[in-house]
């Protein structure tokens, strides 16, 4: 594609090898974007005629037009998104065209490009988490005081609610949006005009255009400028949290939809069958977001990995830091909208969270406090509890049914009362506290999120 420097041609293997086009074309509106701010800059500096500026805008619409339209053919031999449409400018309106590339690299460029790709993806990932933020908090509000047990260790340990489960998947996306609102904040400054590594001694306004591309300032070390994928690297982390989240939150999703807990059913629009077991209802949509966290970190620890050893400025190694990048936002935007549907369609089976919630061990924490009230300090009273229920398994009697003398044969501490502890409404009652499963605390929350989601 050189000329001038090279007297052979670029092995065939070397394009195939270094192609980046088959990818990284999707940045075709970033790129033609910031190629027009670029030519007005030049334009401002008298490096083009108005009648030059016209003819590169009009030439990077038409072929803005024509991308969209499906009626664009990129070629192998011009490697990138950038040279594709540079090439094709020229060809259509000639000497102008030659032009635009005046006080710029490619370095700076793609910089640029997947800076604005990253903002515009942000922006539309922002929105996903809100609506699956809102499936979540309307499901929360419809089954806001279902009992279930919750659990630590997978093992039974205090009563909570299905509103209060749900909104803890809300409160962690609720990081995610704060995330991704603040890495937004810190990718948003314009590399344009750092040039390959030290800028240009043809001088073009930056700030002018930062401000037509919509960013907030201008990098201040042309050097940094192009070496910098931190914004990148902190993106795949974020997407990479929320995928986090999202696995967590499929996790429970298929032990509550299992034969063995219940306390969900999936909609058959979003589970799937089996190829040899008729009566099977699999939840694939689970299954796979747990699996594709790990692609996401994958995206992340790939960039990195690549990053990690690079001297400044510009290596040819950071080419790929763009298709785990694209993989990552494509992921995660399925991701999102299929769990926001799954979730809308969700059926919580309440008996079977009641019939859970019933086991009166669930409540051996809410006896260990009631004796902590009666005066016995707390190591004590666990002990004492753990003795009333050792006593309970080994007799094969529920704890709420073990006699007041049982009980004050373990210690006198019990008092007449002890079998109030037993009453799941007083449980909830008790936990006033913010943050606890309180009913109250609960139809609080769900309001916070309905007005900051709208």
């Known amino acids: 594609m050189w000329t001038g420097r090279f007297s052979q041609a670029t092995a065939d293997l070397v394009l195939k090898y270094g192609e980046s086009i088959s990818y990284d074309w999707k940045l075709y509106r970033h790129d033609i974007a910031g190629s027009i701010a670029h030519a007005r800059a030049q334009l401002r500096a008298g490096m083009l005629t108005q009648a030059e500026f016209e003819a590169i805008e009009s030439g990077l619409k038409s072929i803005l037009a024509d991308i969209e339209a499906g009626n664009f053919d990129w070629s192998i031999k011009l490697e990138d998104v950038h040279m594709n449409i540079e090439s094709e400018l020229t060809r259509r309106i000639g000497a102008p065209g030659a032009k635009l590339h005046t006080a710029r690299s490619r370095n700076d460029q793609v910089a640029t490009d997947t800076r604005l790709y990253c903002r515009a993806e942000i922006d ?69 005009g750092s040039g390959a590594i030290a800028g240009s001694t043809i001088n073009l306004d930056r700030a002018a255009i930062a401000a037509e591309l919509g960013f907030d300032a201008v990098t201040e070390n042309s050097m940094d400028a192009i070496a910098d994928r931190d914004y990148i690297m902190e993106t795949l982390f974020c997407l990479s949290l929320i995928g986090t989240h999202l696995s967590r939150l499929s996790e429970d999703l298929v032990l509550w939809s299992s034969a063995e807990f219940g306390f969900c059913t999936l909609s058959d629009a979003h589970t799937t069958g089996s190829s040899l077991m008729p009566q099977k209802k699999n939840p694939d949509v689970s299954e796979l977001t747990r699996g594709k966290s790990g692609r996401l970190y994958g995206n992340l620890v790939s960039v990195m990995v690549a990053v990690k050893g690079l001297p400044l400025t510009y290596n040819r190694d950071l080419q790929e830091d763009k298709e785990p990048l694209f993989d990552s936002f494509e992921t995660i935007s399925l991701a999102l909208r299929v769990n926001a549907e799954m979730v809308a369609a969700m059926r919580i089976n309440e008996d079977k969270c009641a019939a859970a919630v019933a086991d009166p061990l669930l409540l051996a924490t809410d006896l260990a406090d009631y004796l902590v009230r009666r005066g016995v300090p707390f190591r004590h009273a666990h002990e004492l509890v753990g003795k009333a229920v050792a006593v309970a398994v080994g007799s094969g009697t529920p704890l709420n049914q073990l006699t007041l003398e049982q009980f004050r044969a373990i210690s006198p501490e019990y008092g007449e009362d002890v079998h109030s502890v037993f009453n799941l409404d007083r449980a909830f009652e008790l936990r006033t506290n913010p943050g606890a499963p309180n009913p109250a605390n609960t139809a609080r929350r769900i309001a916070h999120w309905k007005s900051l989601l709208g």
């Open 124 to 192: 539309t990932t922002l929105s996903l988490l809100q609506e699956m933020q809102r499936a979540l908090v309307a499901k929360a509000e419809q089954y806001a005081e279902v009992r279930i047990p919750g659990y630590t260790h997978l093992q039974r340990a205090q009563p909570v609610t299905v509103g209060h489960h749900l909104l803890a998947y809300v409160e962690m996306l609720g990081r995610d949006v704060a995330r991704l609102q603040d890495c937004r904040r810190r990718l948003n400054v314009s590399p344009l």
